[in-house]
């Protein structure tokens, strides 16, 4: 299956919520889907913990918890690949994560494409998909805000 980002929006339910000001579009997109917070929530962790922002892994993890979420689990999800903890829902869904954050779009792996695909439907896996992208964002906006600025930009 493959995700044609440039139609994203044409995909979210026509029943979602009207846009308020806490709420991002994302996070509009997955609400009346049948993806768990707490799996998206590990999702977010795992990308924070790949690009190593500490402050935001300390916030999720306080998250997770609150959630119910058990330390043991969050111990393990930096190795989850050698885990038998996490279900094979949550496992295709790191995978999935890992190859979108450590790819360009357009040469994620086909295989954490279609693993995904036989554990989430066509919006869930957009909503997968958004959830990754949108964390993958704000760690990269989140480096423009502490650049000098005295530091010219690579292209001059």
Not at 63 to 83: M, P, S, V, Y
Request: one cysteine or more; hydrophobic letters at 40%.
């Amino acid at each position: 299956m493959f995700i044609n980002l440039e139609n994203l929006t044409a995909l979210i339910p026509t029943n979602a919520p009207k846009v308020r000001k806490k709420k991002t579009a994302t996070e509009l997109a997955w609400t009346d889907m049948d993806l768990q917070p707490g799996l998206l929530d590990l999702i977010r962790l795992r990308v924070l913990q790949i690009h190593d922002c500490k402050g935001r892994m300390d916030e999720q993890t306080k998250k997770l918890k609150a959630h119910g979420e058990t330390d043991h689990r969050l111990q393990l999800l930096k190795d989850w690949r050698r885990q038998e903890i996490f279900s094979d829902r949550e496992i295709a869904a790191l995978n999935l994560a890992e190859a979108v954050t450590r790819h360009p779009i357009r040469t994620v792996p086909d295989e954490a494409v279609h693993a995904a695909c036989l554990f989430f439907n066509e919006s869930e896996m957009i909503c997968l998909t958004l959830t990754i992208l949108a964390v993958n964002d704000w760690h990269y906006l989140d480096g423009f805000a502490h650049t000098p600025k005295t530091r010219r930009p690579p292209h001059e």
